[in-house]
């Protein structure tokens, strides 16, 4: 399941997909395998196959917290009501809770040896790609680790299409500003 994780987060959505895919042959409520799932496709705003992977999932583990509130999110983005009030987080358990940060700083450690971009090439293209919509002064000014260029990244990339920025253009970008902070 981890490997699936991590490539996901590392954009490589088509193997992550398979992955998860895989573990939902053998198991198909597994939970981190259709939450899994469903951040591939939030990632890609389709929130409809958010709300239909993680239904029935909940219904088998309805304190999977990490998918409520995904599921939450998908409904405020699809225009309905979430179904969980702020009453309902009491009854996740610690867990979930401390499972979340946990898996995050490993992703973090690992984000960046996963993602094989050229980080001169990023260091080219960025004013290209990236002074579309806005000026590069704040991308310069930022302070982000790896995970959080991830993000933000993958987030811009959602906005621009990939048309406008390939997966490997991204890699590449991300390699130069997650090397320029540690460097
Ligand atoms: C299609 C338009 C578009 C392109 C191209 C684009 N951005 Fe953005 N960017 C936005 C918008 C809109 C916002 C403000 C809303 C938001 O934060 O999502 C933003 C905000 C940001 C922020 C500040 C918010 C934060 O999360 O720190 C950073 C940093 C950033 N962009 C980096 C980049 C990088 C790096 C690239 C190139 C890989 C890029 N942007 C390309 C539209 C774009």
């Not at 929130?47 to 405020?76: D, G, K």
């Not at 002064?137 to 995970?147: E, M, N, P």
Request: charged fraction near 20%; aromatic fraction near 6%.
């Amino acid at each position: 399941m981890l490997t699936g994780n991590l490539l996901r987060r590392s954009h490589r959505l088509d193997e992550a997909k398979t992955a998860f895919s895989l573990a939902r042959n053998l198991e198909p409520l597994h939970p981190y395998a259709c939450l899994g799932m469903a951040r591939i496709a939030a990632y890609r705003g389709d929130w409809v196959t958010v709300a239909t992977t993680l239904e029935p999932m909940l219904q088998a583990h309805p304190l999977f917290a990490p998918a409520l509130r995904l599921l939450s999110q998908a409904y405020i983005q699809m225009g309905r009501k979430p179904p969980f009030g702020e009453a309902d987080s009491v009854k996740v358990p610690i867990e979930d809770v401390i499972d979340e940060p946990l898996l995050d700083a490993l992703y973090e450690r690992s984000a960046l040896a996963l993602i094989r971009g050229n980080p001169d090439r990023g260091k080219a293209l960025l004013p290209k790609r990236c002074s579309r919509c806005h000026t590069i002064t704040r991308i310069q000014q930022a302070h982000k680790s790896a995970s959080q260029w991830l993000h933000t990244i993958g987030r811009m990339q959602g906005q621009a299409g990939r048309e406008w920025l390939s997966d490997s253009d991204a890699a590449d970008i991300l390699s130069y500003l997650a090397n320029r902070l540690h460097g």
